[in-house]
């Protein structure tokens, strides 16, 4: 499982990083960045999906 972000969709909600701040940070403006490039290790799939679903912007998908 992988997560990509559409840095052009995200609003800067910071709901990502509340929800899984192991795999979202935020930059200087608050917006989301990637902190795991690839796929994922097993124990973060659930907090990558909980993020996911907390974005307002659908600014996170999800590749299986």
């Keep these: 499982m ?3 972000v ?4 995200c609003a800067g ?3 990502c ?3 899984a ?6 930059d200087d403006e608050g917006h989301v960045l ?3 490039e690839g796929e994922l ?3 973060l799939e659930s907090a990558a999906r909980a993020a996911v ?3 307002p912007e659908r600014a996170l998908v999800i590749d299986e």
């Design 53 to 55: 679903a907390t974005c």
């Design 41 to 43: 290790p097993a124990d």
């Design 6 to 9: 559409q840095p052009d969709q």
């Design 13 to 15: 909600h910071t709901l």
């Design 17 to 19: 990083n509340l929800a």
């Design 34 to 36: 990637l902190l795991v």
């Design 21 to 26: 701040p192991e795999i979202f940070g935020l």
């Design 2 to 4: 992988r997560v990509h």
